[in-house]
């Protein structure tokens, strides 16, 4: 089994691993950057795999002991950081990593350390791992993984071999999707959503918060002009409960707006994001004029500028959904 396979649409990513192992020219240190669900871990754990894989291929074999041990998660020599409480202290570095650089690996060629967000190192932390990374034996390799490489120091970047990943095309999410069993409209949607990033789509086919808040948007939008003012107060109390998902329930709402528009407009469920509720987009046209829907997008989009400035949500609130009902 190749690893890298389910690694969709980083083929210079890829190729660049491979050879690195044939010609074996391999850096002290890696950086893989991109988005959560992008494929960092999926990226970092096949090389490192491979590194220590003993049939020594461009691929890990996927049946030697050190496959196997990998693949059940016990190989003594891969160890695996992330943050605690959203931070990796100083302490990470001196007790997990500092110890285990000084002494060989236990059965394989490379120890290699795996960190996950490695841009929450603090700065006590990232320079302790500045100090291992000047001169690390050359049987030790860092994978460092980071949605923003910037927060790390530039001296730690200067020491490390970046790759950035790169966002999938939409197609392709989409037919991965429908190879997991979804159907043609929901990997429409699903994709459209997950922005580029594989493992966002996997997240959201089974995720009851999504379900929950798409559920929650289309009721907006299929209901608001039937709410009476006591009905808009306490579904407007409603939307600032939900606190944290506001912002993803804004996102719903104007994308079901905006393909609201599009399909009241053009007839053509072609371009939809929400193909798959096709009965309740015909709905929501039948109860908004083409310049109410193009308001209630402004609306949205205006609550969500209000939303990223920290301003008041139960003015927000009111204010979107007044928007969205009486113009
Ligand atoms: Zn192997």
Redesign the pocket.
Known sequence: MNDYNGILDNDILIKSLKTAVRHDRLSHAYIFDGERGMGKTMAAKAFA?TL????G?ET?????????SFDGNNNPDIFYIAPEKGVIKVDVIRDSINPQVLTRPYSYKYKIFIISQAEKMNIAAQNAFLKTLEEPPGYVIFMLLTQNFNALLPTILSRCVMFKMHPVPQGQIKSLLIDRGCTEGEADMFSHYACGAVGRALELISSEKFAEITAFAFDVCLNIKNWDVVELYRRTSELKDKKEDVPAVLRVLGYIFRDALIYKLTGSERYLIHSYRLSDMQSICEKFTARQLMRSCDAVEHASERLAAKMDMQYTAEQLYYTIKER
């Open positions: 795999k220590n894989c003993e049939r291929g890990a074999c996927g049946e030697c002991l050190s496959c196997r």
